[in-house]
């Protein structure tokens, strides 16, 4: 059984950093995909950020490039989405989703979800 256990939320002052992390288990097989979406109140969710497990390759939406970098730990299993200079704009509620084979950025593609984790930016 597939899970995703997010951690790492929490409220910083604009222009501050804060790292989540989102540990997987249950997946076989290296073969899957792991991304970050957001959900701002009385939003849509967005599209963070993907990482393609088995090659570490990474894709980001145009509101976090070059602010926002995904990564993950030597084995594979736990995904870090370091965020800095956040903004305002950026208090949502992040989940990590995975799904098997290749990454997408639409959130009906991922079958699994963790519970999400609560960011506020705000001073």
């Known amino acids: 059984q597939v899970q995703l256990v997010e951690s790492g939320g929490g409220s910083v002052q604009p222009g501050g950093s804060l790292r989540l992390s989102c540990a997987a288990s249950g997946y076989t097989t290296s073969y899957y995909c792991m991304a970050w979406f957001r959900q701002g109140s009385g939003k849509e969710r967005e599209f963070i950020a993907n990482?393609?497990?088995?090659?570490?390759?990474?894709y980001y939406g145009d509101s976090v490039k070059g602010r926002f970098t995904i990564s993950q730990d030597n084995f594979k299993s736990t995904k870090y989405l370091q965020m800095n200079s956040l903004k305002p704009e950026d208090t949502a509620m992040y989940y990590c989703a995975a799904r098997w084979g290749g990454c997408t950025t639409y959130e009906g593609d991922f079958r699994d979800w963790g519970q999400g984790t609560q960011v506020t930016v705000s001073s």
């Open positions: 990482v393609y497990n088995h090659r570490g390759t990474t």
